[in-house]
């Protein structure tokens, strides 16, 4: 009955520490696409190489988080 019950809980720790992991994940992920809207929004308003570097900067940050 004690080991179940140990089972149990290593189960449900397991399973929150992904969730946690996930969660991190889908926030990081998050962040990268906005970063690369935002990039694109910049190289829509100027033409200029700065902007466009940092547009190369997010697309190779984003394949970098994949």
Known sequence: MATEVLDMASCLRAIF???????FL????????????YGIFLLEIEDGILEFML??????MFFLAM
């Open 26 to 37: 889908h926030i990081y992920l998050y962040n990268k696409i906005i970063l690369l809207v």
């Open 55 to 60: 547009v190369i900067g997010v697309l190779i």
């Open 17 to 23: 520490l992904v969730y946690i992991f996930l969660s």
